[in-house]
């Protein structure tokens, strides 16, 4: 039997002819690292010509201090759009949320209706035949 996992050199484990039906083999794992040679990636040679290139940058600015770029229509609107990052308290609240959930998932597994087979083939039964969820009246 070989043995293998990335980062950790191969073990080898030869299974004995009169080897019982179960048997417990203990194989540890030595890591197996690899140096490689720094590099720097650079567009610039030096850092003076990447000093001249900075300062002889110009980019239009109004006024205020804004690149009128940045201000077009279409870029506004993608950015209305993008969900901005989210802040402290919302980061607090996904914590509380998950942090309420673990005593439900301590003793069993999360089910994920996803992998149930079961659902899958009511799914395509209900796919083939033709059916759809009726619409209950709010009347």
Do not use: C
Not at 56 to 64: F, I, K, R, S, T
Not at 95 to 121: G, K
Not at 127 to 136: D, F, S
């Amino acid at each position: 039997m070989v043995f293998t996992m990335v980062g950790y050199k191969h073990r080898h484990y030869i299974v004995p002819a009169n080897a019982r039906d179960y048997e417990t083999v203990f194989v540890e794992m030595v890591e197996d690292t690899t140096y490689l040679r720094p590099i720097e990636i650079t567009s610039i040679p030096t850092e003076e010509m990447f000093k001249e290139a900075v300062l002889a940058l110009n980019v239009p600015m109004d006024e205020n201090g804004m690149d009128k770029r940045n201000l077009n229509a279409e870029l506004l609107a993608l950015m209305l759009k993008t969900p901005a990052p989210m802040d402290a308290n919302a980061n607090f609240r996904n914590y509380i949320d998950q942090w309420s959930n673990s005593p439900r998932d301590a003793f069993q597994p999360r089910v994920n209706p996803f992998l149930n087979p079961f659902n899958w083939a009511r799914f395509i039964r209900d796919l083939r035949g033709g059916k759809k969820k009726k619409k209950k009246d709010m009347d």
